[in-house]
């Protein structure tokens, strides 16, 4: 993303704390982008971005991580969306063989759940975010 040359200060609304505001977006957008990623093999470019799906994919993780695993309400009620929304979102993750079901929860297949694809993604997206956030933060 191109930086703009216009300051801050001379837009004609002010936006407080505008550097770490920029940082936790692009930090947001980059995650949301590399979490939808993930959903394909390595070589294989992603399709359209649907964060929904990467939303639902990233809860699916975050309850195998947790040792939680979630059924389809529980994924409706974390990622706040209907249950029918998120039962389409797991059917197109149990397709691309991502996620295993498993007695009504979800889990992460066995290879993604041994490896993290894009880590380096990762960990270059989280670095520059906490690096103009890190200060701010110490400050609180």
Known sequence: MQEHTIT???????I?????RRAIARMFTELTLAFHATIFPIDQPPTEVDANLALVAVAVMLGHADGLPM???QIAAYVQMPRSTVLKRLSVLLERGLILRIKDKYYLEPVR???VPHLDRFTLILSKGFAVLGPYLSEL
């Open 71 to 73: 059924n389809a309400s």
């Open 8 to 14: 801050p200060s001379a837009l004609p609304i002010a």
């Open 16 to 20: 407080a704390i505008p550097a770490e």
């Open 113 to 115: 759940a041994a490896t």
